[in-house]
């Protein structure tokens, strides 16, 4: 196993954890209340449980360790962080900044100082692992970004004609086809995508509803194609 493919397995833990094994009232508890979140400890015990699993080597418990405690930190001041309007308008994407870093820099500390051998004798392939961290991000963690970018933006509509999760479950299928297509290098048939999308949608006697669907259609399909291309290029290192 190559740096890479364990940097790809400890995000792929990264994404579970923080998107898939907690929901949205847990995680508003949880940065609401700071240290004082019961759940926060369970969700940093899960963080290093996951941490390790995925390392497939029983010494990287002390890296697992140290992730988990820096998520545990990072989760727990977030209650301190957001008392200052700057940080807490901008504290999602500091957040998440500061936990890759973590994450990377421990793999890379950990490769410099032990070495990276796993206990068992997997074929891991790079590839695969970037596919599968390219959906994962398509689903859940993109709807959330796209949220955080309208409410950075303070971009909204407000209507009583739409149905609340329809939004979310079209952007998760587009996301998925878009990379698709960018992954098997059929480029052209994404354009028809965006534009069959652009029809279907657009009304001109609603142009801010309209503008509103675009910025989101925009950055879905966006996150896919940027998500597609690393893929193909990171798969050739």
């Not at 990072?74 to 870093?101: C, E, M, P």
């Not at 309208?150 to 998925?176: C, Q, W």
Request: net charge positive; charged share 15%; proline share 2%.
């Amino acid at each position: 196993m190559e740096v890479i493919e364990f940097i790809l397995l400890q995000f792929i833990a990264h994404l579970f954890l923080d998107y898939f094994f907690q929901t949205g009232s847990l995680a508003k508890r949880k940065n609401s209340e700071g240290f004082k979140s019961g759940f926060l400890y369970w969700h940093a015990l899960i963080c290093f449980i996951l941490s390790w699993v995925v390392s497939f080597q029983l010494n990287f418990v002390f890296g697992a360790l140290i992730i988990a405690v820096s998520h545990l930190f990072l989760d727990g001041f977030k209650k301190t962080w957001s008392q200052n309007k700057f940080i807490a308008r901008y504290l999602f994407f500091i957040d998440q900044a500061l936990h890759i870093v973590a994450i990377v820099a421990v793999v890379f500390f950990f490769n410099r100082w032990v070495g990276i051998s796993p206990s068992f004798d997997i074929p891991f392939n790079r590839t695969f692992l970037l596919i599968l961290t390219a959906y994962l991000l398509c689903l859940k963690p993109a709807n959330i970004f796209i949220r955080e970018v309208f409410r950075v933006t303070e971009i909204e509509v407000s209507s009583d004609n739409e149905m609340p999760n329809a939004g979310k479950v079209i952007g998760i299928l587009e996301r998925i086809l878009t990379l698709t297509l960018i992954i098997v290098s059929q480029y052209s048939a994404v354009g028809f995508l965006i534009a069959a999308k652009s029809i279907l949608r657009y009304r001109s006697d609603e142009t801010l509803k309209s503008e509103y669907v675009l910025i989101g259609t925009l950055l879905s399909f966006g996150i896919a194609v940027i998500a597609g291309i690393l893929v193909n290029v990171i798969a050739t290192w």
